[in-house]
């Protein structure tokens, strides 16, 4: 049984900055309803991270990973797993997402599995 979950979406720009987006700007242009000008003509890498708490000693963490393309507007046109050709998203980057994704959640013991 979840107690809860949050769902954290993020954007690694160019430049190699983190951009958070809350759930309902990441639905809106997923939808095609919204747009994000700072991205137009250009292809960025996305990281979902997904938090559940499962108990009370003991939390989930989820990430998946894809590569989103914009129009010159800054529409969605394209979302698909990262190719072989794409920058991946380093180990640094991943942690920053996840530990940011963390960052409201109580500071106990952490394990990892």
């Not at 989930?60 to 979302?79: P, S």
């Not at 190719?83 to 996840?98: K, L």
Request: aromatic content about 8%.
């Amino acid at each position: 049984m979840t107690l809860s979950t949050e769902i954290h979406h993020f954007v690694l720009t160019p430049d190699h900055r983190l951009r958070e987006f809350s759930g309902e700007q990441a639905a809106r242009v997923a939808a095609g309803a919204g747009k994000l000008p700072e991205f137009a003509d250009h292809s960025v890498r996305y990281l979902q991270v997904t938090v559940s708490k499962e108990s009370d000693d003991e939390l989930k963490v989820i990430t998946a990973g894809a590569r989103i393309k914009f129009d010159h507007d800054g529409r969605l046109t394209e979302a698909g797993p990262i190719g072989d050709r794409d920058e991946r998203i380093s180990h640094f980057e991943h942690d920053a997402c996840v530990q940011w994704a963390l960052r409201e959640w109580p500071a106990e013991p952490v394990i990892y599995h």
